[in-house]
């Protein structure tokens, strides 16, 4: 663990933010001794078609975990990201389109005043392909301003959306299809990243052969490229041209589901995390604000994908609730090279950059020549998501990218948690690098000790990280069994929202996130259960058994390090590595793909037959000389074997 210290004051004028050390404190202590009065007043920068007269409604006593937040109020998410604001900014750019290739593809700029045509008439097309209220949309898109549209279509029929990351292959999409039972499935002919082209229409093919017959398919023709067609798919684009551009926004409950998330967990299959209408656009739209430090005139960029949550909130909801300019990026840090992100922050006058520390230490070992390069005088605030940020990279984007005059906030969320969680704020917080130091109004962690659950008080502590009570962004059920929502986040330590993340509160009372301690991991910012990926791996057909770890890995944060135990007959090679790997890709997607194939003639089990996965971890990091006790094991020996073969020797 790095020392703790204060980074020396940089040139950040903090006299223009919304919130400074002081103002903090006070709003902090009103979040947390009347939430009621706090975030009915914060209801407020919504547009509600019936006010709200109740604020929170929440419980998490067991049995009965229940969270509603202004239930009584209606409104359209779709409305307050665009209607409301054309009459002040309707020629306002809402959206900055960067394409994958600026060699094939211009930029767009997109106005609200045309976002508005286009929501209205993709939510026309919808409706006539007989999507009604309530009823869920897959989402499997590149990054093109149709996303965005698709998204707010579905908001403003009251339709769900479940975005799937176009890297997912098609039997992961077949299950997210399935697991909400969609009645459409929007996808494009291809999508370009990188200079490559992932054919996502026949991975769409693919994955409905899996599913009911009347699912209907949306495609938008991004690329021109050859797909097939078939009497379930319609043409997007053409049909907007044909559609009216006026759709009036349906009324919803507060409550109603916005969207739907599939997200990795310790065990089995992904969850569907549920996101309802009203709490979590105000969440999205006030942790924006202030996180970031957003004013008029901003130009927000924020490099997620809106396949994962940050994009949700940080792309499209958050910043367009605002009002903001946000700017949508369809390709990679790296492409056509090293430079990408500055040049597009120049050519954008980009005044917020939001990206994984993953990505910054990519761009870090590239060199610091591709960020001088450019003008990056317009930017004021920085921001990290997804992993913690090692003092290396937040010291080189900080001087480096920043000039040492821009705050960097490292936000600690979770897709389940709707927005940012613990934070610094821009010239409010004393910068230390690597911590997460704050919480958020409203959110109240607390440290407990993992065997006994006991609150841990006082500075200076370690334990995992809950929180007592609930938020307006939090995620209200895992769709179609609330029973296992309890489970995972209620059922180990009861009364508290349990993260699944460790932490450490320093002397100053400043959280540090130290890491998932489920069996999650933390690849390239990407959340993997490693179930998931055993259970790929024990599809194959040569594979009898399979145990999967993360390790550290300089540039992902974690890589994938599997075990496999190969079927009897079966011969270890190198080819028959690259054959799982390959197939873990295929069955998941290219972020599963493990790093490291260890064969294991036998793994580390109880005599219970409980493989001992502390043991596994340890091998993985290469720090195998304090393994702990292994006299429960069955078979001790198997331990020196995975010892002598280990692939992450140092
Ligand atoms: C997990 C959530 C919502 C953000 C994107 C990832 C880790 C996230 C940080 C941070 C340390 C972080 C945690 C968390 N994480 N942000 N700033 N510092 N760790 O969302 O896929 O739901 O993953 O990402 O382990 O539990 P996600």
Known sequence: MPKDHHTPSSGFDASTAHVDADGYARMYQASVQDPDAFWGEQGKRLDWMTPYTKVKNTSFAPGNIDIRWFEDGTLNVAANCIDRHLETRGDQTAIIWEPDDLGTDAPQHITYRQLHDKVCRMANVLLDLGVEKGDRVVIYLPMIPEAAYAMLAC???????????????????????????????????????????????????????????????????????????????????ALMEEASDECPPEEMGAEDPLFILYTSGSTGQPKGVVHTTGGYLVYASLTHEIVFDYHEGDVFWCTADVGWVTGHSYIVYGPLANGATTVMFEGVPTYPDAGR??????????????????????????????????????????????????????????????????????????????????????????????????????????????????????????????????????????????????????????????????????????YWITGRVDDVINVSGHRMGTAEVESALVAHEKVAEAAVVGYPHDVKGQGIYAYVTLMDGQEPSDALRKELSDWVRAEIGPIAKPDLVQWAPGLPKTRSGKIMRRILRKIAEDDFGA?????????????DDLIANRMNRT
Request: hydrophobic share 35%; charged share 20%; net charge negative.
């Open 155 to 237: 908001a403003r029929i009251g339709a769900i959306h479940s975005i799937v990351f176009a890297g997912f292959s098609p039997d992961a999409l077949a299950a997210r299809i399935q697991g909400c039972d969609a009645k459409l499935v929007i996808t494009a002919d291809e999508a370009p990243r990188g200079g490559r082209k992932t054919p996502l229409k026949s991975n769409a093919d693919q994955a409905l052969l899996h599913c009911k017959d009347d699912v209907s398919c949306l495609v938008v023709k991004r690329t021109g490229g050859q797909t097939t067609w078939t009497a379930r798919d319609r043409d997007c684009l």
């Open 627 to 639: 393994l702990g006790d292994t006299s429960t094991l069955a078979d001790p020996s198997v331990v």
């Open 341 to 510: 992100f500055w040049e597009t922050c120049e050519r954008h006058g980009v005044t917020q950059f939001y990206t994984a520390p993953t990505a910054i230490r990519a761009l870090m070992g590239a060199g610091d020549d591709w960020v001088k390069k450019y003008d990056l005088s317009a930017l004021r605030v920085l921001g990290s998501v997804g992993e913690p940020i090692n003092p290396e990279a937040w010291n080189w984007y900080n001087e480096v990218v920043g000039g040492g005059r821009c705050p960097i906030v490292d936000t600690f969320w979770q897709t389940e948690t709707g927005g940012h969680m613990l934070t610094p704020l821009p010239g409010a917080t004393k910068l230390k690098p690597g911590a997460a130091q704050q919480p958020f109004f409203g959110v109240q962690p607390v440290v407990l000790e993992p065997t006994s659950g006991k609150v841990i008080e006082g500075n200076d502590v370690e334990g995992v990280l809950c929180i007592a009570d609930s938020w307006p962004g939090q995620m209200r059920t895992v769709w179609g069994d609330h029973a296992r929502f309890e489970k995972t986040y209620f059922g180990d330590y009861a009364g508290y929202y349990f993260s699944g993340d460790g932490c450490r509160r320093d002397a100053d009372g400043d």
